[in-house]
């Protein structure tokens, strides 16, 4: 009994920070794909569907990524502590 | 034909909206239904990121660099993912202590130094001006530019203008006068204005539609969609290098720098400090606010630069600036009530910036600068006076005004020899300083007072140096060698090549050097000199801010007590009589106690005291005013000690539950196997 409740505390605790862990992956993702060298291979004078492929590219990452923020962000509700809820 | 007079009832008119707004956020805060509190109204709070830099300055920088305006957005929204960690903690510690403005909060961090907050209030104002000088630029340009409607006529020479002839003077003084009335109508010791955030929510709104409409009109009225425009722009040889970004090295560098500077002024301009923390409500809005965020940004972006193009392509003789072609282009197709939505959006973007940044440097000023040189003047004796709290407000409202004259000077003289974004980047730069002291403070207990102190006055100077003073010789009020040759003729001095460095653009270079100094000597300085126990204390709390939250509020810090008559009357003075009553019987039927009763006020209630004075006056003064009621034995380094072995049971603690886990883990894994084991028997 007791070690359940201990484990479901456990589960709660490492859910949250593999959210934080997550989005830290993330976050280092959108650095490599937004900078050089990957943005490198993108920076070409070339027209995608009339759209400038460094455009076209940046904007669909930029897209995708703020996607990505929602799914990871989505689902799990916080603990505030209480007395914080009220200021 | 718009006449004068039409826009500056328009103008008027929507400011009274604004007002109508506010006054309805305050109403319904007060009775206890707050209309802020969800996650959307904090997102387009912190969309006020999104000045008149954006509105009209990304346009005109797309027209000469093509996506060069975009890291600027994409920072925040690389940031964004990570604000559920460092966010959140700034959010989670400056609730728990009080904090109500940037410089209260690494003050705080710093064992509540007073020299610190005032460093920062410096840096944090001086930064902020060009920024300010910025939006003025932006309303009384595009208001001088639509009252020439039909024709474009660009405004200037602003220098030699007389300053009473000036319509950015006026602007300035009417954008006063509506901070003083948004933001300092009464005193509140959480600094929370619910009202204004509703304000600056309708702001995010009006500016981003305005921009959409103009872009649409702009790709698909004026031209056949985006891919038409990209065909003309292919055509012409000059334009068609701005749909990369430049090969050469160094641009890859400014595009990687712009990223970081935005990411570090997404978290610490005052005003981003200000609606993403102070006025947050909630810290689960948060959640919803980093992935809604990035993408208000996206869309006001979308159309810069089918605007800018489109721009370029329509006035090919280059007399009209970049920075106005988001009003110009509707202006020149006879577009009046378009041409006025996206004079109104403009002045939405640029008076929500200058409201929220002013009220967050006038906390700034009067918390952090005025408060602890006053309170030190015993002859002034602050501390023996009556009711203080319209003293507190009188100040804030002058330093209001001091702020948006200075914004006002800058603009005149040296504001136009620049583009709208260029001036924003200087402010970024010495907000960035702020950088090392606040991250290294949150997440690295070995930051010291003098490791912050020192790397915060070194990096500073640096910036002024490499971007300040050059622009004052632009100015005229220094000699043009200063830049060409450098002071005294020393090369190595060059304020844009220093110590010889080059192939970077100013800002690059500033940024470089400044965060190298900045940074290097922060750590470096921490690593050589001793914190004092509060600073010890004020470290823990800070970086394990998630461990301590529960505890904080209950602990105390104090080990002295005081009478409970000295405590209510020093609170009365600076909160006001009724503030105070209603703060001290909330804390009384909270902890069961009378006040009436005892006369002595326990140290839990003096830290609570302090924490309600904190959040009206500063921490660093909140502390040197309760010290003077309360006869305290400073923390000594065993409590120091006692605090941090909490942490190490807590750690014991979770090491047991790994265990439990293990046990568990081991449990089921043999419970597996039996079942295997079952399976394979049948």
């Known amino acids: 009994m007791t070690l359940t409740f201990l484990y479901y505390i456990k589960e709660t605790m490492t859910k949250d920070k593999v959210k934080g862990k997550r989005l830290v992956g993330l976050f280092l993702l959108g650095c490599l794909l937004f900078n050089f060298p990957i943005l490198s291979l993108f920076n070409l004078n070339v027209i995608v569907f009339g759209i400038p492929l460094l455009y076209l590219y940046v904007f669909s990452i930029w897209f995708i990524f703020i996607v990505f923020i929602y799914l990871i962000t989505r689902f799990s509700k916080e603990t505030v502590p209480q007395f914080l809820e009220k200021r | 034909m718009l006449k004068t007079e039409a826009i500056l009832f328009f103008s008027f008119g929507y400011m009274g909206l604004l007002f109508a707004i506010a006054y309805f956020g305050d109403r319904h805060a007060k009775i206890g239904r707050s209309i802020i509190s969800n996650p959307y109204i904090y997102t387009l709070s912190m969309a006020v990121y999104c000045t008149a830099w954006t509105f009209y300055g990304s346009v005109g920088r797309a027209a000469v660099t093509g996506l060069g305006f975009l890291p600027i957005y994409i920072g925040p929204t690389l940031m964004a993912a990570l604000g559920w960690l460092v966010l959140r903690k700034i959010i989670r510690i400056s609730k728990i202590h009080h904090i109500t403005s940037i410089a209260d909060f690494i003050a705080s961090r710093y064992g509540k ?23 003025l630029k932006a309303i009384s340009t595009s208001f001088m530019i639509l009252k020439g409607y039909p024709l474009i006529n660009m405004p200037g020479p602003f220098a030699e203008m007389p300053v009473l002839k000036d319509t950015a003077f006026y602007i300035a003084l009417i954008l006063a006068v509506f901070t003083i009335l948004f933001g300092t109508r009464h005193l509140d010791a959480t600094e929370r204005h619910e009202g ?19 872009g649409i009109f702009v790709t698909y009225g004026i031209y056949n969609g985006f891919g038409d425009i990209i065909e003309r722009v292919k055509a012409i040889p000059e334009l068609k290098q701005s749909l990369t970004i430049g090969s050469w090295a160094g641009s890859y560098i400014n595009w990687s720098i712009y990223i970081f500077l935005s990411m570090m002024s997404i978290l610490f301009l005052p005003r981003q400090f200000q609606v993403a923390v102070v006025e947050n409500v909630n810290e689960d809005h948060l959640k919803k606010a980093i992935w809604l965020f990035p993408l208000y940004l996206l869309a006001i972006n979308i159309f810069v630069l089918p605007i800018a193009f489109g721009g370029v392509l329509h006035f090919t003789n280059g007399s009209v600036d970049a920075d106005t072609f988001v009003l110009t282009l509707p202006m020149s197709h006879h577009q009046q009530s378009l041409a006025l939505l996206v004079f109104i959006g403009g002045m939405s973007a640029a008076t929500g910036m200058v409201i929220v940044a002013t009220i967050a440097l006038s906390t700034m000023i009067c918390n952090d600068l005025v408060m602890p040189v006053l309170l ?22 002058g330093s209001i005004i001091l702020v948006l004259l200075f914004g006002y000077a800058y603009f005149h003289f040296i504001g136009e020899y620049y583009t709208l974004v260029s001036i924003g980047l200087i402010s970024f730069t010495a907000v960035a300083q702020f950088a090392p002291a606040i991250l290294g403070g949150i997440f690295w207990k070995g930051g010291t007072r003098s490791g912050a102190l020192s790397g915060l006055v070194l990096g500073f100077m ?35 090549q220093l110590f010889g460095l080059q192939g970077f653009d100013h800002i690059t270079h500033a940024v470089f050097w400044s965060m190298l100094i900045n940074i290097t000597v922060f750590i470096g300085v ?4 001793r914190a004092s126990a509060i600073e010890h204390t004020q470290a823990a709390f800070f970086v ?33 009589e009724q503030n105070t009553d209603k703060a001290l019987s909330v804390y009384a039927a909270s902890q069961n106690i009378n006040l009436k009763e005892g006369l002595t006020a326990d140290a839990d209630m003096v830290s609570y005291a302090e924490k309600l004075l904190a959040g009206a006056i500063g921490s660093a003064s909140a502390r040197v005013m309760i010290s003077s009621v309360v006869k305290e034995e400073p923390l000594g380094i065993d409590e120091v000690m006692d605090i941090l072995d909490e942490t190490r049971v807590v750690i014991a603690y979770s090491h047991e539950l790994e265990r439990a886990t293990a046990e568990l883990k081991a449990a089921n894994q043999r419970l597996k196997e039996l079942d295997r084991l079952k399976d394979e028997f049948i």
């Open chain 2, 462 to 496: 640096v910036w002024a140096y490499t971007l300040v003073f050059p622009s004052l010789v632009q100015a005229g009020f220094l000699p043009k060698k200063f830049v060409t040759e450098g002071p005294f003729s020393l090369e190595l001095l060059r304020p844009f």
């Open chain 2, 113 to 135: 130094s007073s020299t610190l907050g005032s460093v920062v209030t410096i840096i944090a104002v001086l930064g902020i001006i060009p920024y300010i000088s910025l939006q």
């Open chain 2, 526 to 529: 921490s690593l050589f000199s």
């Open chain 2, 544 to 576: 394990d801010v998630f461990k301590y939250s529960e505890r904080y509020e209950k602990s105390s810090f104090w080990r002295g007590t005081a009478s409970i008559t000295d405590l209510t009357s020093l609170l009365k003075r600076f909160l006001g």
């Open chain 2, 196 to 214: 204004l955030v509703a304000a600056i929510a309708f702001e995010s709104i009006v500016k981003l539609l305005a921009f959409l409409a103009v």
């Open chain 2, 376 to 397: 030190r003047l015993q002859f002034i004796n602050l501390a023996g006076r009556g009711d203080l709290s319209s003293f507190l407000l009188f100040i804030r409202r």
